[in-house]
């Protein structure tokens, strides 16, 4: 639905949905897509917060038409938001990436969508994208190694496969009954 709506069905897009706080340095998606082919790759912004006229401000700055800024979808639409991406961003700076995994995360992976980690490497979040093999992970500095790293996996199908299978199984250690094991 969010695809059809911004006319996006045949790109590859980068999706973040989500807060748009002051933890989450997603003003790096705006720099990477000037990395990108904007024939082939879309970076879409879903959400609100203490960010957005930051986000706002450096779009109207650079001028991107790969880059599309939108506000919060119903909650009912979260699934379809989740699906749009064919790479599903979550994002902690340095100082937050130590405290915890954000919830999108176990989202991301209930769709089977390969996640792109902005985030320290010793993160909790780095430290689940390693052991299932079901995305990026990279600290936002290098910009045109992770644009490598984004063409080399449009451009591999079998590794695209891999890494959905493997967020969704994944998503099977993650559930509602996992959780209240705890309990």
């Not at 340095?94 to 089977?112: E, R």
């Not at 079901?134 to 080399?152: P, T, V």
Request: charged share 20%; aromatic share 4%; net charge neutral.
């Amino acid at each position: 639905l969010i695809l059809e709506k911004i006319n996006l069905k045949n790109h590859f897009n980068i999706v973040y949905s989500g807060n748009l706080g002051l933890t989450h340095p997603v003003e790096k998606l705006i720099d990477l897509a000037e990395c990108l082919n904007p024939e082939i790759f879309s970076v879409v912004i879903i959400g609100d917060g203490a960010k957005k006229k930051l986000l706002e401000n450096r779009l109207l700055e650079k001028k991107l038409s790969n880059v599309y800024l939108l506000p919060w979808q119903p909650i009912e639409l979260l699934s379809h938001n989740l699906c749009a991406g064919d790479l599903n961003v979550v994002t902690l700076d340095k100082q937050a990436s130590n405290l915890s995994i954000p919830s999108k995360t176990f989202n991301i992976l209930s769709v089977g969508n390969p996640i792109l980690g902005i985030c320290d490497q010793d993160s909790g979040l780095a430290q689940l994208i390693n052991k299932y093999n079901c995305g990026i992970i990279a600290d936002g500095e290098n910009l045109s190694r992770l644009a490598e790293q984004i063409i080399n996996l449009e451009n591999n199908q079998q590794k695209m496969l891999e890494m959905k299978t493997n967020s969704l199984k994944a998503s099977s250690n993650f559930t509602k009954a996992n959780a209240n094991a705890f309990l």
